[in-house]
């Protein structure tokens, strides 16, 4: 038997070493000793503040308390993500969280409503959305269940500053026993004979050494790159996009429970309300629009005085080729990019230490658990690859050299496939354990204008009175329920603002 795995080394800090060694640290506890190495003088990138629901078993599997969170991160409750200008220009959607209706055994609701549709009648997909119609109204209470009925209630997450999402989470580790380290590494040290990663050295002079490590050094994928040069596969030719300028600007009234996504000429920009700061950034292809001219655009839509100067991103979106090369995991930014258009960006650090630690090397390195973890991890981007690059094909715009572009691009087969299945009868089929529900994609499709020409032969089972009556019925329960919700920011303020105990 190999030599059991006794220390985890975390190269860098922010949100995606944090997270990772407050999991590690919870779970495996006193099993291993874990460092984590990070320096003051180099920055975080900062910029994921919009998160999805699966951040709430997270914080629950660390024992955080929600309220005490959300004071510590400034945050605010998220519903959704509204898209502005994706199908056509003028047009607004949302990829509302939870459910749309009350589904039936093999047949979702939204069959329901695509048959009303095909007969005549003019209900939005979204009049069923108890989210949407929750957003809409910048309302939020916890809701499990609609009373009297089995619809899902609110489903939701957050928006919050990773920076201080980091820093809590670092109190967090340092209490269970995490060690930090403060230092700039300067080298990093290889086993002659294994090519396994056995330190670092930082300027001090000082080395960390260990038995395993996860790489969270950002774009820079200092061990899972510069070391172990594991290669990248660039996915530019389907996500056009390669910068992003980022700037705060001063909250304004209301504080909406949702983010905007608003499509620009040559890209997109975010909007993300926190309780000190809305988060903005502008998120665009280099080959049509210029630094300048994308900082001036993001500076000419805020809905407050910038707090401070715009910061410059450039990326490449795509993966590592594998994600666990050797003895080292890359978590975060070094293991690969997407756009946070759907705001995965916290979701895929979480996902990945969630998997670290069901393939963690008890007994030593074994091929076969990296190869499982790399295959994991594969699918995983590949399928929320696919659904990003949905809403730039997907587009109804022939006004700008990009979006004509976007719209002309061969997509993946494997969305192709998904694409013409929903186009040709409204099915969408979840795909083992991918991230996007079938609602999730059935919201892009309809909200950019693909639109199912068939649905499925059960809801022919009812009359046409009887459909009218069960999507009014729908509708009412949605309206009634949200009528009795409270306002967004009286939730805040009476539970979890910053600065109150």
């Not at 800090?13 to 320096?39: D, F, H, M, N």
């Not at 920055?43 to 005490?68: K, S, Y």
């Not at 619809?151 to 939701?156: A, F, W």
């Not at 300028?245 to 620009?264: D, H, K």
Request: glycine share 10%.
């Amino acid at each position: 038997m190999k030599a059991k795995i006794a220390s985890v080394v975390i190269v860098g800090g922010g949100t995606a070493g944090w997270i990772t060694a407050a999991l590690l640290v919870k779970i495996l506890g006193r099993a291993i000793s874990i460092q984590l190495v990070e320096s003051e003088e180099i920055g975080t990138i900062g910029v994921g503040e919009a998160t999805i629901p699966p951040i709430l078993t997270l914080n629950r599997a660390l024992g955080l308390d929600e309220f005490d969170f959300i004071r510590a991160t400034q945050g605010t409750i998220k519903l959704g993500i509204e898209f502005e200008n994706w199908g056509r220009k003028g047009e607004t959607y949302m990829h509302a969280f939870g459910g749309i209706g009350s589904d039936f055994p093999f047949c979702s609701f939204p069959h329901f409503w695509n048959r009303g549709r095909l007969e005549g009648r003019t209900d939005s997909l979204w009049d069923f959305s108890l989210n949407y119609q929750a957003a809409k109204q910048n309302r939020f209470a916890p809701l499990d269940k609609v009373e009297g009925t089995d619809m899902q209630g609110l489903v939701y997450a957050y928006h919050f500053d990773a920076g201080l999402y980091a820093a809590h989470l670092r109190a967090f580790s340092e209490r269970l026993g995490v060690a930090r380290v403060e230092g700039r590494i300067e080298a990093v040290n290889l086993d002659a004979a294994t090519g396994m990663v056995r330190s670092v050295r930082l300027r001090s002079g000082t080395e960390v050494a260990g038995d395993f490590f996860v790489d969270c050094s950002g774009f820079r994928g200092l061990l899972i790159e510069q070391t172990l040069n594991t290669g990248y596969e660039d996915w530019g030719h389907w996500l056009p996009c390669d910068r992003a300028i980022a700037v705060g600007c001063a909250p304004v009234e209301p504080v909406l429970p949702y983010t905007r996504s608003i499509a620009r000429d040559a890209g997109w920009q975010w909007r993300i309300p926190l309780q000190h700061r809305i988060g903005n950034g502008l998120v665009y292809c280099s080959k049509y629009q210029s630094d300048d001219d994308a900082r001036r655009l993001l500076l000419e839509n805020l809905d407050g005085p910038p707090l401070g100067e715009p910061r410059l991103l450039s990326f490449r979106a795509g993966r590592r080729l594998r994600q666990w090369n050797r003895n080292c995991v890359a978590i975060g930014l070094s293991s690969g990019f997407l756009e946070p258009l759907e705001s995965t960006s916290i979701h895929l650090i979480q996902s990945a230490a969630v998997r670290l630690l069901k393939f963690f090397p008890h007994a030593g390195i074994r091929q076969t658990e990296i190869d499982e973890y790399n295959r994991q991890s594969q699918m995983e981007f590949e399928y929320i690859r696919d659904f990003i690059i949905l809403h730039y094909y997907q587009n109804q715009r022939d006004d700008t050299p990009f979006w004509r572009e976007c719209g002309r691009m061969t997509p993946p087969a494997s969305l192709v496939r998904r694409m013409a299945l929903f186009g040709s009868s409204g099915r969408v089929f979840r795909e083992q354990d991918e991230l996007f529900s079938e609602v999730a994609w059935q919201q892009v499709m309809v909200g950019q204008g693909l639109l199912p020409q068939d649905y499925h032969p059960l809801v022919d089972a009812i009359s046409r009175q009887q459909l009218d009556h069960l999507l009014d019925s729908v509708k009412t329960i949605v309206d009634r329920t949200v009528a009795g919700v409270p306002a967004h920011g009286e939730f805040i303020a009476r539970n979890c603002r910053a600065g109150s105990t």
